[in-house]
């Protein structure tokens, strides 16, 4: 059975089609539930999904089968047992390098410029991964280096995100970005954007690094939505929202 064609039925929540219609709306009905949903009604789930309420009850049973989802005695569909082990498994077999590391090449690739990844340790920032930049002249920090908290692109998204109370942090959780010209180093200039896992909480910082000479605000303001949608990526991928940070674009 087809999908309803609906003019105004809501967009599938983040599913793109495989090639395998079955599998799309399967994953449709699960990707259906918010973080903020117990349970969704059949006529709830059609509207989410923009399908029929036969197809989603036909779904539905076999995702119960799965124990992915559960019909609760009211009627209503709730989560089943099944998603959380496979969430469980997934966080256990983790490895916060496989995530980057793909994500932080590809950036590199597409600007050339020199693409780092920090995390807080208690007043300093930790430099845990990097991509050296493609020319010649670079910025000369390296992993293990250890930096201020309060200057630089990498550490003021790490005190945003940490909570930071103030105006200036106030801006950059709005945004998701923060970019500075000569702050940490007077020869240096970055942007960077925070790095979340399971329940939104803050992993670090991913940014851009490069001379003054070759990076200003304004070409730091044309790479702001390639990183942040790697920063929305690697969120996703973590098992944090990444739409915040796509919505900021």
């Known amino acids: 059975m087809m999908a309803k064609k609906e003019e105004n039925a809501p967009q599938l929540l983040g599913v793109t089609p495989s090639g395998v219609d079955v599998i799309d709306r399967a994953v449709a009905l699960l990707f259906a539930f918010k973080k903020q949903d117990r349970s969704l009604t059949l006529t709830e789930l059609s509207k989410r999904t923009g399908l029929y309420k036969s197809t989603v009850l036909r779904l539905a049973a076999a995702l119960c089968h799965h124990r992915l989802m559960i019909r609760l005695e009211d009627g209503r569909f709730s989560l089943g047992s099944a998603t959380f082990s496979l969430g469980t498994h997934y966080l256990a077999n983790l490895n916060l390098s496989d995530v980057l590391l793909p994500l932080m090449r590809e950036l590199n690739e597409q600007i050339g410029e020199t693409v780092s990844f920090h995390i807080r340790e208690g007043d300093h920032r930790l430099c845990l991964f990097r991509i050296n930049s493609q020319f010649s002249v670079r910025v000369n920090v390296q992993q293990g280096d250890v930096q201020a908290l309060d ?95 796509l919505a900021a674009i």
Not at 214 to 229: G, H, K, N, S, T
């Open 151 to 245: 200057r630089g692109a990498g550490g003021r998204i790490l005190l945003a995100f940490s909570g930071e109370p103030g105006e200036l942090y106030d801006r950059v959780r709005n945004v998701y970005t923060y970019a500075s010209v000569g702050e940490r180093d007077e020869q240096t200039s970055g942007i960077s954007a925070p790095v979340f896992g399971s329940d939104q909480k803050l992993i670090g910082a991913v940014g851009i690094v490069a001379p003054v000479s070759r990076l200003d605000m304004a070409l730091m303001a044309q790479y702001r939505p390639a990183l942040l949608d790697i920063a929305a990526r690697a969120t996703e991928r973590l098992g944090g929202d990444g739409a915040p940070m």
